[in-house]
């Protein structure tokens, strides 16, 4: 058990197309910056500086994900 849900559960949310964005975000990145860096093109830097570039990118999706996903109860708002 961790933090008193069972193990076998994932749950993303309420906004798990963010989580979905984030996701393939990174993915391109990292895919990208990896043929940067192994292949030997002629346009590597390219590869490597867009890839960092969508790497940063994504760090905007996960923020609003965690940002969206603060739960506040109304009396610790003193509403």
């Known amino acids: 058990m961790l933090l008193g849900r069972p193990w076998g559960r994932c749950d993303p ?3 798990s197309l ?4 984030a996701i393939l975000i990174d993915t391109v990145g990292l895919v990208l910056l990896l043929v940067g860096i192994l292949a ?4 590597w830097d390219f590869l490597v ?3 960092a570039l969508f790497l940063a990118f994504s760090l905007l999706f996960w923020i609003i994900w965690h940002t969206l996903n603060i739960e506040l109860s109304p009396e610790k708002l003193d509403l």
């Open 49 to 51: 500086y867009t890839g």
């Open 40 to 43: 030997s093109l002629d346009y």
């Open 13 to 15: 949310g309420r906004c």
């Open 18 to 21: 963010l989580v979905i964005v």
